[in-house]
């Protein structure tokens, strides 16, 4: 009892080896959460600043560099907003190559995740390297898979990182239908080894944690979204990105740089167990097989098991890669003309990490007047402060201070933070009252 | 099995260039990439560094260092002297070392790694290196350039693995 009871102050000054910079501070007293926060104190990078008086046709390419991890979520977010504004009606080529494109960077960045920054924590390693020492068959794996997912967004993009392939209207190139062979069979190879990781992944000891919380996701009749469709959420809306901002809203805390957005005041997840969640049932029926195989029960309401969600959205892009590259034909041309004209473009799609949602404000030479971001790291915090706090709860406030600490890295480390490329906390001080 | 692999790792952040304008004046002393040869400028790689291992026999990586030296400093060291650093360097989870420590892991580290550290200043995004950077970069070509046309062997029983 009197352990319970004890007052702790934990803070963690910077989250180290991350892009972006973050902090956590935990202060218990009297054996309650008294103080809660996940701060970022980055500077603001003021990227939609920057857009304001550039040309569409620029857009793609300056997006893009938002993210060293999911450029092409940036590009695809873009490009199908402005296409929409401007009547755009993409070649069926084009449409279906956006999505394989997109399953590029799915793979590449869930690969990352899984093998290089989540996995670690539940194996007692404080990181990759020494998870490698353990499980070296499954790292190489990891990476393998991780290269291929790269070598996709190459194919289309020119260059993994940044890639410059997207434009308003479609690419800018067509891959020669001898590389799509290749990856073809590159693909095929990997299907087996992702199997592979879906099994690992269920596997892997997690905590047992059951919370309450809204699933947002985008939802589409013809498959599982990634590249379009409507905004679902768990109670059963289903809204246009166009309604965003009737749903959603973006606030300011002065603890941090990066804004909060909540769906009707509420906290509420984004991400591959968010889209599981919701989308599940439209999952290849192999992939339902498999997952019936491994035990994972879906809906979700353990956050732990986001790691296995990133092994099945693996699963299924090299699924869906393959099936929109089985007849593959260079088409006539890879783009069609646009003409810009003012307005206001929305976009929507799934980044790696969750929803992504644009707006632009264009005027009638096709320039930028204002531009709005929401990506789905802001979308997440408030729901990380809320797992943080049930899930110590259900951990225990009176676990020893390594283990409290380690607990929020893992619970925060979970929801691939766009802030975090990376594990582990650098340094922790303690202190009691 | 016997591919020589050069890297110059940078950003285009002032003197974080240093290991491109290796790579730049390698090139103009006509080392290309071609039979046996593999040179590439790469941003920050992480673990995409590792595929390059694949059938590599000695691995070259020249990056930028902030030691305790002064700017231009070249330092080389091999795998019993890799240096260790703090964090703030990269602000991306693996760094150059990360990643050759997680291939060394996996058993995939090539018979021969020479990395090549340039001492730096500044890393302003968007100024130009320094003539003091640009000076290392070229002298530090030339010596590669001349280790490369003396050859070299693999130490035997010593083949590189790739998982």
């Not at chain 2, 693996?94 to 090539?110: N, R, Y």
């Not at chain 2, 350039?145 to 062997?153: E, I, T, V």
């Amino acid at each position: 009892m009197t352990e319970s009871l004890r007052s702790v102050s934990i803070h963690v000054p910077v989250l180290a080896r991350v892009e972006g910079e973050g902090a956590l501070d935990l202060r218990i007293d009297n054996g309650e959460i008294a103080e809660l926060r996940l701060r970022i104190f980055e500077p603001p990078r003021f990227f939609e600043k920057f857009l304001e008086g550039h040309l569409y046709s620029e857009i793609p390419d300056m997006v893009a560099r938002i993210c060293g991890i999911c450029p092409v979520a940036y590009q695809a977010t873009a490009a199908q907003a402005l296409e929409k504004l401007f009547g755009v009606e993409l070649d069926p080529w084009a449409r279906d190559m956006r999505r394989v494109f997109y399953c590029g960077e799915w793979i590449q960045s869930h690969s990352l995740h899984i093998h290089l920054l989540a996995a670690p924590d539940f194996f007692g390693c404080s990181n990759a390297i020494e998870l490698a020492r353990i499980a070296p068959e499954e790292v190489r794996r990891g990476l393998r898979i991780q290269a291929l997912g790269n070598e996709l967004m190459d194919l289309f993009g020119a260059r993994s990182v940044h890639p410059v392939g997207v434009r308003i209207g479609g690419f800018h190139a067509a891959p020669a239908l001898s590389r799509i062979k290749e990856m073809r069979d590159k693909l095929r190879a990997a299907l087996p080894e992702a199997e592979a990781l879906v099994r690992w992944a269920a596997r892997i000891p997690v905590p047992q944690d059951d919370q309450g919380f809204v699933s947002v996701a985008m939802r589409h009749p013809d498959g599982y979204a990634i590249e379009q469709g409507r905004i679902g959420v768990s109670d059963g809306a289903r809204i246009e990105a166009e309604a965003f901002d009737d749903h959603f809203a973006e606030h300011h805390e002065p603890f941090s740089t990066a804004l909060f957005c909540t769906y009707h005041k509420r906290p509420y997840l984004v991400g591959p167990l968010a889209r599981l969640n919701l989308n599940h049932a439209q999952l290849p029926e192999a992939i339902k097989a498999l997952l019936a195989e491994t035990g994972l029960e879906l809906p979700s309401r353990n956050l732990f098991h986001s790691l296995a969600a990133r092994a099945v959205e693996i699963l299924l892009a090299l699924h869906e890669a393959l099936r929109l590259l089985e007849n593959y034909r260079p088409p006539d041309s890879p783009w069609v003309p646009v003409t810009p004209r003012a307005g206001v473009a929305i976009g929507c799609t799934e980044a790696p990490r969750g929803l992504l949602w644009h707006r632009y404000e264009m005027d009638d030479d096709g320039r930028v007047v204002s531009a709005r971001i929401v990506p789905p790291t802001s979308q997440n915090q408030g729901r990380i402060e809320e797992d943080l706090r049930l899930s110590l709860l259900n951990f225990g406030l009176d676990q020893p201070d390594d283990a409290l600490r380690l607990h929020c890295e893992k619970v925060i480390r979970n929801y691939d933070p766009c802030i975090s490329c990376a594990t582990h906390f650098l340094r922790m001080r303690v202190a009691r009252t | 099995m016997n591919r020589v692999c050069i890297v110059g790792v940078g950003s285009p952040s002032g003197d974080d260039q240093a290991g491109w304008l290796t790579v730049d004046a390698l090139l103009d002393l006509g080392i290309r990439s071609g039979d046996g040869v593999v040179i590439e400028k790469l941003d920050r790689p992480g673990s995409a560094l590792i595929p390059l291992l694949r059938s590599t026999a000695w691995l070259i990586v020249v990056d930028a260092m902030q030691g305790e030296g002064e700017a231009g400093q070249i330092q080389r060291f091999d795998e019993t002297g890799w240096p260790h650093y703090g964090h703030g360097l990269s602000s991306h989870g693996l760094g150059v070392i990360d990643a050759l420590m997680l291939a060394g892991e996996l058993g995939s580290l090539p018979p021969r790694l020479d990395l090549y550290g340039i001492e730096i200043a500044g890393t302003t995004p968007g100024s130009s290196p320094g003539r003091a950077i640009r000076a290392a970069a070229t002298r530090l070509a030339a010596m590669i350039s001349d280790q490369l046309a003396s050859g070299f062997s693999i130490p035997p029983g010593t083949q590189p693995g790739y998982g």
